[in-house]
């Protein structure tokens, strides 16, 4: 690391900087805690090299504490070690840099929403749905976040791309799921080169007409060449057959919102994975790639090779999907693969992968296709509920639905690319998973993992929408669980044509699993020791640690876990706000030196009616504390894990 001093007594210092000076002060509505988290580093003294790191974990909010379970909380620690037997611990705590819906300063130098929405023009759209009180509609589900860096932009300065998945409701209480065009923001922050604490500088919304605005923006991930690859999931289905995301009623509502009439927004225009790329200044351009399938995109992960992306699918007979780009650094061309499991995959087995080759695009000709061509869903395929009694349809099951499909003549590119989840079924892959969201990947061990939100339906036997050809075959775990996909190169595809890559999942097995219990007082009906409704995954190669966040209706208050792969050590080290989820998950193993974990959390107080055993006293403590942190429910935080040494001063 060439910023740090080169001398023992200099770097033994550089390795421990902290935020010593730092009070821990209350910040914000929610009571949050701020500090920082730093890394270290080393030279060319082996003794003084960063040696491991492990977490301490914390206990989880008691109901005797409503003011915990009402916010976000961190009790947890992190111990590193260095070559020469030293070791020191952090006290770690949240640092929010805002709260959505708060006035922040923007490009501009005036004043903008936090997470706020806009339509095609740019315009501040407005909730206008309780008389006298019209405001711009905000976000209070921030979800995918970057930290990166760009050449050229001011000394000390670092930027976060956040993006905003959806809003939960208006003013009036009536639901706005999926209605208003996803916002996307890059954050200007100042690094603080004595200490590594980050703070916000400017705000910048990303203007997303050029890519018709985008739809339900939900994990996200940092490329290797420092982009921010989001996503749109729930992709709206097209033939309006419920085998997919959302209706075509929805996409009228978005439409409304975005282009003021309801046949704007054009269905096949979403479900694409944008990509957003940062300049120096502190605004961004983005563009969406159409070439990656059109599935319910959660969170990807490209590989090493800078060309192999591999893709969950957040969606009820969902599938495995890998992307290998013609080019490094370039996702605009490309083949793109469907998983088929050769073996039966079960909670105890390790089963064989075998990709099935979908195509080969362009996002441009598949763009043009849309968009130029205006090519409409019966163009590309046949696609009934009902069954045709005609063999030239094939039959499969999607969001535990059976249909029946063919393929237009000529249009195998069309299907392949804009129905991608009714030709992976049709094509044979193995569409079997229940919501199959963030993918991370270790790259040391060529081990790549995806959540699964739960673990039912399609994936149990005889369970809804289960099918026995897919070979998958789990007992219920409604908890979920994470897998995990060893990879290699020297792959073929089902057509016996070699995959140009060395980072191909060959095989699949469970990591680690949820437990489902009866209700408990808190009414939790998974153990809070473990994981529940797995969701957002990352992997930091130097603390040999998969993050995992929670999307759990199983836990009360759903957690941030640090799972260390070596020693198999799982610790809880964040609690977010009941309700809430646990999103916006980013480790970042050194910028400039420091090392820093992004967390925020979205919908607090949402879905009650998920835990009928929590007493009803409590409840309403823990609701009323909620409406006064987070402004009655609409906003949610935005920051990062940060941390304190246990000793005021540290070496000389």
Known sequence: MSNLPTTPVQSRRRMLQLLAGAPMLPLGTGGLLASTLAACGGDDDDTLRFSSAAFTGMAAPAASNPAALASTTVGSSLKVSYGDGTSTTYQLAYQPFFLTGQLVTGTSGAKVVAGGY????????????????ERQFFSDCPDGTSLLTVAGAAANTV?????????????????????LPSPIAVLTLKQDPAN?????????????????????????????????????????????????????????????????????AKAYNYGHLPEVTVKADGTATIKKHFCLGRISHELIHVLPDERTALMGDDATNGGFFMFVADTARDLSAGTLYAAKYLDKLTDTSTARIQWIKLGHATSKEIEDLVNVANIQPTDIMDSTTTDPGDASYTKIVLNKKTAWVRVKPGQDKAAAFLETHRYAALKGASMAFTKMEGTTANAKDKVAYSALANIQDSMVVGGSGYVEANNVAFPKITAGGVLAHDMAGGQKDSGAVAINSEWVPTQSRLLLR???????????????????????????????????????????????????????????????????????????????????????????????????????????????????????????????????????????
């Open 118 to 133: 806009y339509d095609i023009n740019n315009q501040p759209i407005i909730d206008k749905s309780v008389p006298g009180q």
């Open 159 to 179: 930027f976060a791309v956040v993006q905003f998945e959806y809003t939960t409701a208006d003013q009036s209480g009536a639901s706005t799921y999926g209605t």
């Open 196 to 264: 590594g604490h980050l703070s916000l500088d400017k705000y910048h919304n990303v203007d997303t007409s050029a890519v018709h605005g985008l739809w339900i923006t939900c994990g996200a991930s940092l490329s290797p060449w420092g982009t921010h690859l989001s996503s749109e999931e729930y992709e709206p289905d097209a033939f309006n057959q419920g085998l997919a995301g959302q209706t075509l009623a929805t996409l009228k509502a978005y439409s409304k919102n975005v282009y003021g009439n309801e046949t704007g």
């Open 514 to 652: 949820g437990e489902d219990i009866a209700a408990d007082a808190l009414g939790n009906t998974a153990n809070p020791a473990k994981v529940a409704s797995p969701d957002n995954l990352k992997f930091s190669e130097k603390l040999r640690t998969l993050f995992i966040g929670e999307d759990s209706g199983n836990h009360l208050n759903n957690f941030l876990w640090a799972y260390n792969v070596d020693t198999k050590a799982l610790e809880r080290i964040l609690s977010c706000p009941a309700g809430a989820e646990s999103t916006g998950l980013h480790a970042v193993d050194e910028i400039n030196g420091w090392t820093y974990i992004m967390s925020n959390f979205q919908h607090a107080g949402d879905e009650w009616s998920r835990f009928p055993a929590l007493d009803a006293t409590l409840k309403g403590q823990i609701d009323a504390l909620i409406n006064i942190n987070y402004g009655n429910k609409h906003s949610a935080a935005v920051g990062y894990l940060t941390a304190t040494p246990q000793q005021p001063k540290l070496g000389s």
